[in-house]
């Protein structure tokens, strides 16, 4: 008897406090009530800060154990939200600001070039401190084989994709990935084809990480879906500025 209820105890104190909300439906809440065309109202969601820290103290909760247990959308899902999230908490932390740049030294082209921001250790994920580019770099792009993560975590810059204003949700994770694509290379500021000229301007992220997006193709043939008219295969590719301008709200 006594070590049938040792053996008890024994389960019960290892099974983790609380499950991961696979939905993210705290982050959903959030965004669905301070995201508007993927710019975030930094002022109004100050007020929901308490909501955001109890979610965010939900994902420095998950155990790297209880990550390797994840399915594969789980993981991705865990870690885009992940990013996002701590991307708006880190622009409250020091807010009013302009840019994200403008976090670290006083001088913005230092930070940028620095990638200071991104290096920032300011939480705990998988038992560990962590900044940004942790996530972005040592796991989403490392772990999988998915160039439209890029489309998904969001810098809190203009020049970004924009904000979803929904959580990422394992079950529906491919259509929500393939609409944010979608979604960001039909911004002709950012992306569009001019087919008299034969020349293609495409956002600074696929310049940056056009590894990523030409592994198993080109990245014209990439990006065509985004576009209604063909894109020549010789078609001249050039990259337009970005804005590191805050994704804000006015």
């Not at 991104?118 to 560990?128: D, P, S, Y």
């Not at 990245?219 to 209604?228: A, P």
């Amino acid at each position: 008897m006594k070590s049938l209820l040792l053996s008890f105890a024994i389960l019960f104190f290892s099974l983790p406090v609380f499950a991961l909300d696979h939905s993210h439906s705290a982050w959903d809440s959030l965004l669905k009530k301070h995201v508007r065309n993927g710019l975030v109202n930094y002022k109004n969601i100050r007020t929901d800060l308490s909501a955001l820290d109890t979610y965010l103290n939900s994902l420095s909760s998950v155990t790297e154990a209880e990550y390797n247990g994840f399915s594969q959308p789980q993981k991705m899902s865990f870690l885009i939200n992940a990013y996002n999230a701590f991307t708006v908490k880190l622009i409250l932390d020091h807010y009013p600001l302009k840019s994200i740049t403008e976090i670290g030294s006083p001088f913005s082209k230092i930070n940028l070039a620095r990638g200071t921001p991104w290096k920032k250790e300011f939480f705990e994920l998988l038992g560990k401190k962590r900044h940004l580019d942790w996530i972005e770099h040592e796991k989403l792009r490392k772990d999988f084989s998915e160039p439209r993560i890029h489309f998904a975590i969001v810098c809190a810059s203009i020049g970004c994709p924009i904000l979803a204003s929904v959580a990422y949700k394992p079950e529906t994770l491919s259509q929500q990935l393939q609409t944010a694509k979608l979604t960001f290379l039909q911004t002709a500021s950012k992306n569009r084809y001019e087919k008299e000229r034969n020349v293609l301007y495409l956002s600074s992220i696929f310049d940056w990480f056009k590894a990523d997006f030409i592994r198993n193709t080109t990245l014209i043939e990439f990006v065509q879906d985004g576009f209604n008219e063909k894109i020549k295969p010789d078609a001249l590719i050039e990259y337009t500025e970005y804005s590191w301008v805050l994704n804000e709200e006015k």
